[in-house]
């Protein structure tokens, strides 16, 4: 095989947008080089620069002396590397991660946080603008029945489209990347979605 990248991960686009290939909105770095990999001919690769000429001092193979199962670089052998445990991560585990990865993505994306409670104080505010006092009128006179309905019901559409309409829409644009990585054994699906669930809904009870 061939060495098409070595580096850091946050080095990947710029990488890949130097050689024709940038790398799409909210696609997983690992995924989008070996899509490259398997879709892109080699010829093409060599010529686009991703196979760099290793300069690398490298000792004849099968000429390394392995002590307790290591070389001198300290890289382990194939017997050491079978022994791996290849078992998949806890539910633990993957709930840590998923909620990393939530908290990260509202933290970089203060926009959307500011513009779904900047809604949801402007519209609480024009609802109550609208119907002002209205629930100190007698509920015996029919328009004013007809008003405290009118309320309840103006009240209860805000709360349901403010907290679930983000939701759904976020659902839709994070598909792709929740189908490549249960694909992969990332995570469960449990787990996804009690990471979205719960981050959601303190979103939610903050608004």
């Known amino acids: 095989g061939r060495v098409m990248y070595q580096g850091a991960v946050e ?3 710029d990488y ?3 050689r024709g290939h940038p790398l799409p909105p909210k696609y997983n770095p690992a995924d989008w080089i070996m899509n490259v990999a398997q879709s892109v001919p080699m010829d093409e690769l060599n010529q686009l620069g ?8 490298l000792p004849d193979p099968g000429t390394e002396i392995f002590v307790d199962g290591k070389n001198e670089s300290g890289h382990a052998n194939g017997d050491e590397l079978a022994e791996i445990d290849t078992r998949g ?7 840590n991660l998923l909620y990393t990865r939530e908290l990260r993505n509202i933290r970089r994306d203060k926009g959307a946080i500011g513009a779904r409670f900047g809604l ?3 519209m609480s505010t024009l609802i109550g603008i609208i119907f002002f006092e209205v629930g100190d009128t007698d509920s015996a006179d029919s328009q004013n029945l007809q008003s ?16 679930a309409q983000p939701a759904l829409l976020a659902f839709p644009e994070e598909r792709p990347v929740f189908l490549r ?5 990332h995570y469960s699906v449990l787990s996804y979605f009690l990471s979205r669930l719960s981050v959601e809904a303190s979103i939610t009870a903050l608004q």
């Not at 991703?50 to 001092?57: A, H, I, T, V």
């Not at 990585?181 to 054994?185: A, K, L, M, Q």
Request: charged share 15%; glycine share 4%; no cysteine.
């Open 181 to 185: 990585e249960y694909s992969t054994n």
């Open 50 to 57: 991703f196979f760099p000429e290793d300069e690398r001092d």
């Open 89 to 95: 991560a806890s539910m633990l585990t993957q709930l």
């Open 120 to 122: 949801a104080i402007v």
């Open 148 to 163: 405290h309905l009118g309320a309840l019901v103006m009240i209860m559409v805000s709360s349901m489209m403010g907290t």
């Open 11 to 13: 080095d990947v686009p």
């Open 16 to 18: 890949f947008q130097a």
